[in-house]
């Protein structure tokens, strides 16, 4: 079974590079569906406290640990911090919320969820994700949703630099700049909705690329991620496209198919704008 390459982040910790997410899955069916993304190889799961599931992603684990199908060390469990959660206070009984609901030791990478610039409390509520990362509760501590104007206001208070910033990115918003952003400062771009919502799926371009390569459109544009150096985290619900979506570590797009993906750009975006979210 092939494994996603796992790719350090700005600490000692590594993360997968293709994960599966869970916005949506209804909590019912986040165990079985994890299950099956866990036998898929997938390793790095994402969850949020907003997304009502983090039980349903913590009783996969716990299952996969008990009949010796994976390690801990090997599983990378992501949740984040919603946004009526924001300050200090508010920040830590979040976090214990969310830990006790995933039903783990420790969280690997905890995320604020959105900046939300209204309120005013991001470098307070990430002065407690600080705090939950020095006393070892995460691995990992980082954001979501920040656009550059937020992350130089953060790193200009912050002690620890974000690992993280799980931002949407997909062929119709491909986020260049804020992608240097983050090489220049040693923030890892992980991508949500990397088909955009499935909405890049029907695209010409990448239906052309998938007949020449006799691969899918949802594993070509999971492919273009990788060669990009983007993480990404991508949601199914069938273990069917679960499976198909984690079959791209064998093949590559040619320079020629990588350009003509890049011209793909447009700025759509299917997610809200994060200086609109509160
Ligand atoms: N940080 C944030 O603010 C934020 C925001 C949004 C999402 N996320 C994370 O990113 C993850 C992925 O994003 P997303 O769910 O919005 O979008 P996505 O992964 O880009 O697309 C998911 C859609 O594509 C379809 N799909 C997946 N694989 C397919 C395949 N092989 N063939 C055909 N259709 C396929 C899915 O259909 P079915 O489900 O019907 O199979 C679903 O409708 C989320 O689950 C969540 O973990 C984070």
Redesign the pocket.
């Known amino acids: 079974m092939h494994k996603a390459p796992r790719k350090g982040l700005n600490n000692s910790v590594t993360m997968g590079t293709l994960g599966y ?4 899955v209804p909590p019912a069916d986040t165990a079985q569906l994890c299950a099956l993304a866990l036998d898929a190889g997938y390793r790095t799961l ?2 949020a406290s907003l997304y009502g599931n983090e039980s349903g992603v913590g009783q996969a684990v716990a299952e996969a640990l008990a009949i010796g199908a994976t390690v801990r060390e090997d599983i990378f469990v992501t949740t ?1 911090l919603w946004n009526s959660d924001h300050g200090y206070r508010r920040a830590h009984e979040a976090f214990a919320a969310s830990k006790a609901l995933l039903g783990l030791d420790y969280v690997d990478l905890y995320l604020i ?2 900046p939300c610039r209204g309120k005013g409390l991001a470098l307070e509520t990430y002065r407690a994700l600080e705090e939950l990362y020095r006393a070892g509760e995460v691995r990992a501590i980082g954001v ?2 920040f656009l550059q104007q937020d992350l130089e206001q953060l790193l200009e208070h912050a002690d620890v630099v974000p690992a993280v910033n ?1 931002v949407e990115v ?1 062929p119709y918003l491909q986020q260049k700049g804020l992608r240097a952003f983050h090489d220049r400062h040693g923030i890892t771009t992980q991508a ?7 909405a890049v ?1 029907d695209d010409p371009v990448i239906g052309r690329i998938a007949a020449e390569l006799g691969r ?1 459109p ?1 594993q070509v544009i999971l492919r273009w991620h990788q060669q990009q150096g983007v993480a990404a ?6 273990g069917t ?1 679960i499976a ?2 984690f079959t791209i570590f064998e093949f590559e797009l040619t320079a020629e198919q990588l350009a003509a993906i890049a011209s793909l750009e447009r700025g759509q975006r299917f ?1 809200s704008h994060p200086a609109e979210v509160n």
């Open positions: 997410g869970v916005y949506k994402d969850t984040k969820h959105w979501s949703n799980q997909h949500w909705s990397p088909l955009g919502r499935g799926l899918s949802a985290v991508v949601k199914a619900s069938t496209r198909e979506n997610g």
